[in-house]
């Protein structure tokens, strides 16, 4: 028999962020799973494995058929929770879609689409040259592009993603505003092929499959959307692209009260 530490998504308790479950199969920790907790049944998430407790427990109620949620995420949900002090159960609802347990019907599409589009290509100028080679050159670490509006930043973003993209990483592309988004991704669409978009503007179901598709490609993506894409579970992310990062915008006023800055 095994033992986990499950996580449900609604806080049960202030002072209890997870609850001790057993299932006969090993399962990864990410998994998305449904517990009973007294007469409630709720979504939760596998956080970490746990000792045969002294006490009895329930078994999973059941496994939710979705791929297991990426180390990084689950390790930043916990950070999370700890600097800002926020019950877990509430950074869980922010980083993860709602309804992430429904069954919903899978629109047909390619199950892997190339990431790249063979498009012309453009010529950096020297500037432009120079903030690509430095900003590569400091990786991993944090870098500020500083230009005006109109002064060709977006030209050094899609060429680092090209990068990313070409070394089998993907890049997540944050805008302060939903109303820059479409500009933003039309130029993207120009150089790379089926970018994830999230955004509030958008239905229940369509944030759901920008998430899945992003839980499940097996190929490097570009993803585009607000502050709440930062939490894409995108695997092997190169780069994290914060457009107008002086905007307040990227702070959330509700619990959990995070900057997508830190």
């Known amino acids: 028999m095994h033992y986990y530490e499950v996580a449900p998504l609604k806080i049960i308790r202030a002072t209890s962020k ?115 080679r430095t900003i590569r050159q400091a990786s991993p670490g944090t870098v500020l592009l500083h230009g005006v509006t109109g002064s060709g930043k977006t030209a050094v973003y899609i060429e680092l993603a090209r990068h990313a993209l070409a070394a089998g990483r993907s890049v997540i592309v944050l805008v302060p505003e939903i109303a820059l988004t479409p500009q933003l991704v039309a130029e993207f669409r120009q150089h790379f092929a089926d970018i994830i978009l999230t955004h509030s503007r958008q239905t229940e179901a369509e944030r759901h499959r920008a998430w899945l598709a992003a839980l499940t490609s097996t190929q490097p993506r570009v993803a585009i959307g607000p502050r709440s894409a930062l939490f894409l579970p995108l695997q092997h992310l190169g780069y994290i692209i914060i457009d107008e990062a002086h905007e307040t915008s990227y702070k959330q006023d509700k619990s959990p009260r995070y900057s997508a800055l830190r």
């Open 18 to 132: 997870s609850f001790t479950y057993h299932w006969p199969e090993a399962l990864p920790l990410g998994q998305v799973v449904q517990v009973s907790v007294g007469a409630q049944q709720v979504v939760g998430i596998i956080m970490t494995r746990a000792r045969k407790p002294t006490y009895t427990t329930k078994p999973l109620d059941a496994i939710v058929p979705l791929p297991p949620l990426p180390a990084p995420l689950l390790a930043t949900s916990q950070w999370l929770s700890d600097y800002y002090a926020t019950h877990l159960a509430t950074v869980l609802q922010t980083v993860l879609p709602a309804g992430i347990a429904k069954q919903r019907r899978t629109p047909r599409r390619p199950a892997s689409p190339p990431p790249q589009r063979h498009t012309p290509t453009f010529s950096l100028n020297l500037q432009q040259e120079e903030a690509v």
